[in-house]
T-cell receptor
Framework: AQSVSQHNHHVILSEAASLELGCNYS??????LFWYVQYPGQHLQLLLK??????LVKGIKGFEAEFIKSKFSFNLRKPSVQWSDTAEYFC????????????FGTGTRLKVLA | ETGVTQSPTHLIKTRGQQVTLRCSSQ?????VSWYQQALGQGPQFIFQ???????GRGNFPPRFSGLQFPNYSSELNVNALELDDSALYLC???????????FGPGTRLTVT
């Protein structure tokens, strides 16, 4: 069965610290990969996505992610976090077949201290 | 271009009641998927509708049902509500068998 694991459930950082959130997925076929952010009281917003091509993808607000196929990983990074990055981050995959339904990880709650 | 909209924003129901949630898809999209996001969890796929028919279902009981209308809008119906049905219900629209889905703001359902 398809699954997505996010290893860090809660992360606390000081402003200007670097961020890396882990995401591993389990699926044997071709997948698309996504990172979404959910700010307090707001809806899911797409940070970045990977469909094919360059495994290093850049998204909004200075975020980037690297797809490592051999490790089934798609880790999210940001060199210097800001207080406004406080939010919950979800990794998601969908298979390039069938319903293209999203499988989400359980999320990582990031708190950035000013 | 109008994004995905959902109504109502919040809803409080009593255990055993029935509820209907509504979703209007983004302009040009013909497929609607519904997800349940329980507190502290990631969204879980409930089902998807395309051409007014269910096109795939997650691990949810039959009391979760849906409809899609000719204008591609959709409803999620939940019968015999249980306390565990309390969650944020998300609708996402897309073109059929296209990679990316666009999410609405959700309906927060509280069952007491």
């Amino acid at each position: 069965a398809q699954s997505v694991s996010q290893h860090n459930h809660h992360v606390i950082l000081s402003e200007a610290a670097s961020l890396e959130l882990g995401c591993n997925y389990s699926y044997g076929g071709t997948v698309n990969l996504f990172w979404y952010v959910q700010y307090p009281g707001q809806h899911l917003q797409l940070l970045l996505k990977y469909f094919s091509g360059d495994p290093l993808v850049k998204g909004i607000k200075g975020f980037e992610a690297e797809f490592i196929k051999s490790k089934f990983s798609f880790n999210l990074r940001k060199p210097s976090v800001q207080w406004s990055d406080t939010a919950e981050y979800f990794c998601a995959v969908n298979a390039q077949s069938g319903t293209y339904k999203y499988i989400f990880g359980t999320g990582t709650r990031l708190k950035v201290l000013a | 271009e109008t994004g995905v909209t959902q109504s109502p924003t919040h809803l409080i129901k009593t255990r055993g009641q029935q509820v209907t949630l509504r979703c209007s898809s983004q302009s040009g999209h013909n497929t609607v998927s519904w997800y349940q996001q329980a507190l502290g969890q990631g969204p879980q796929f409930i089902f998807q509708y395309y051409r007014e028919e269910e096109n795939g279902r997650g691990n949810f009981p039959p009391r979760f049902s849906g409809l899609q209308f000719p204008n591609y809008s959709s409803e999620l119906n939940v019968n015999a509500l249980e306390l565990d049905d309390s969650a944020l219900y998300l609708c996402a629209s897309s073109l059929f068998q296209v990679n990316e889905q666009y999410f609405g703001p959700g309906t927060r359902l509280t069952v007491t």
